[in-house]
Nanobody, 129 residues
């Protein structure tokens, strides 16, 4: 069982930045691919970014088109934590952000939410115009 706890959300003006963190329990964090999703009021949960499990050659990342160039996902296996650095934020980025985990997955495969094994409780991000 893996427990995920998100933090770092808040209120920011358009054009600003936030860094979200997702801390995971367990001793096999490096074997889990991690992803960020978001859900705005009245909308379905949507994929944001993912990082694969850490293999011999490292990890790969994958992004939704609308955040490419603005958001960066990274992981620190020593801290059992995945991050989402969000720059140039827009009002349409306002949502509850969730992290998800699935063992041995590739980054693109994480974009399908129904296949992810574990989810956090979410953290609210609000971008004012």
């Amino acid at each position: 069982q893996v427990q995920l706890v998100e933090s770092g959300g808040g209120l920011v003006q358009a054009g600003g930045s936030l860094r979200l963190s997702c801390a995971a329990s367990g001793r096999t964090f490096s074997t889990y691919a991690m992803a960020w999703f978001r859900q705005a009021p009245g909308k379905e949960r949507e994929f944001v970014a993912a990082v694969s499990w850490t293999g011999m050659t490292g990890s790969n990342t994958y992004y939704q088109d609308s955040v490419t160039g603005r958001f960066t996902i990274s992981r620190d296996n020593a801290k059992n934590t995945v991050y989402l650095q969000m720059n140039s934020l827009k009002p349409e980025d306002t949502a509850v952000y969730y992290c998800a985990a699935r063992q041995w997955s590739t980054a693109p495969a994480m974009s399908v939410p129904d296949r992810n094994e574990y989810w956090g409780q979410g953290t609210q991000v609000t971008v004012s115009s």
